[in-house]
């Protein structure tokens, strides 16, 4: 069964740091994209950041281009996605989800297969 587990959230204030990781079983991780979207209460769910795998291209959303860097270890079947210069308006929860194709679709209906949750909370 592929699964798909994010963990790593936390509490931390504004401006800090944190590093979120996704591991992923159950399928070939090296050949399918791997993204991270979040939720913040009241909001409606949206895309983060993505790395595929067939060239380890990535996609950020425009909120937190130049502070958040997606990574994978294609060894470890890991994604991580470090947070830096955090803001109070990224408290929400993470998940890390996988379309099962090699790139990143531009439209989050592609993403079948998604892990729990993890909390992140910036205080100001």
């Known amino acids: 069964d592929v699964q798909l587990q994010a963990f790593g959230g936390g509490l931390v204030q504004a401006g800090g740091s944190l590093r979120l990781s996704c591991a992923a079983s159950g399928f070939s991780f090296d050949s399918f994209a791997i993204g991270w979207f979040r939720q913040a209460p009241g909001k409606e769910r949206e895309a983060v950041s993505c790395?595929?795998?067939?060239?380890?291209?990535?996609y950020y959303a425009d909120s937190v281009k130049g502070r958040f860097t997606i990574s994978r270890d294609n060894a470890q079947n890991t994604v991580y996605l470090q947070m830096s210069s955090l803001k109070p308006e990224d408290t929400a929860v993470y998940y890390c989800?996988?379309?099962?194709?090699?790139?990143?679709?531009?439209?989050?209906?592609?993403?079948?297969?998604w892990g729990q949750g993890t909390q992140v909370t910036v205080s100001s």
């Open positions: 790395i595929s795998s067939s060239d380890g291209s990535t």
């Open positions: 989800a996988t379309p099962y194709r090699s790139r990143c679709p531009k439209e989050m209906k592609w993403y079948h297969y």
